[in-house]
C-alpha cells in the first residue's frame, strides 16, 4: 500500500495524524489472526464459523443513494461481537434478506435453533428470517426504530 506524502516548504515530510492512526490499527481480527496462524486457507474458512455461539443478530440496512447495503452483527454468549457480513441489494426486500441470511447458514450459522434478530420492521427481512430460521426464532423491531416510529406517528396526527 502506497503512503501520502506531504512535504513542506523546505521539502521535509510532515507526518499525517490520520496515516498515523490508521497504520497503527490492525486491520486483522483476532480470530482471523488465529485461523491464518492454525493453517485455515480461505477456502476452507467457513467450517470454523459453526464455532461462534450467536445468540443474537442485529439485521439493518443503510442507504447509498439507489443502492442499499444490509449490515448483520452477531452477539455471542459472552456479549463478543461478530460482523457476519455485508449484503448490497437495491432494497430490504424479501429476496435480497433471504438471499444474505442463507449466505449465513452456508458459512457455518446454524439454522435449527433459536436467536434473538433485531431488526428495523422491515417485513420483507421480518420474511426473509421466518422462512431461513423457522417461527422458533423471534425477530423484535430495535428500540431507535421503535421510537422514530412513534414520534413519526405522533408528529402525523
Known amino acids: 500500500m502506497k503512503r501520502p506524502r506531504v512535504v513542506d516548504r ?3 515530510e510532515v507526518p499525517l495524524d490520520a496515516w498515523s492512526k490508521l497504520a497503527s490499527a490492525d486491520p486483522l481480527g483476532q480470530r ?3 485461523q491464518m496462524a ?3 486457507a480461505t477456502r476452507k474458512y467457513a467450517r470454523t464459523l459453526g464455532a461462534l455461539d450467536v445468540c443474537a443478530v442485529f439485521i439493518d440496512g443503510i442507504h447509498f443513494g439507489e443502492h442499499v447495503v444490509l449490515c448483520a452483527l452477531g452477539v455471542d454468549a459472552t456479549g463478543a461481537k461478530h460482523v457476519l457480513g455485508l449484503w448490497e441489494g437495491a432494497t430490504e426486500n424479501e429476496v435480497a434478506c433471504k438471499s444474505m441470511l442463507e449466505n449465513f447458514v452456508e458459512r457455518g450459522l446454524a ?3 433459536s436467536r434473538l434478530f433485531i431488526i428495523d420492521g422491515s417485513k420483507g427481512l421480518r420474511a426473509a428470517i421466518r422462512s431461513v430460521f423457522g417461527k ?3 425477530a423484535r423491531r430495535c428500540v431507535k426504530h421503535t421510537s422514530v416510529r412513534r414520534s413519526t406517528l405522533r408528529r402525523a396526527s
Request: no cysteine; proline share 0%.
Open 111 to 113: 439454522s435449527n435453533r
Open 32 to 34: 482471523a489472526l488465529e
Open 38 to 40: 492454525i493453517g485455515v
Open 10 to 12: 523546505d521539502g521535509r
Open 136 to 138: 422458533r426464532t423471534l
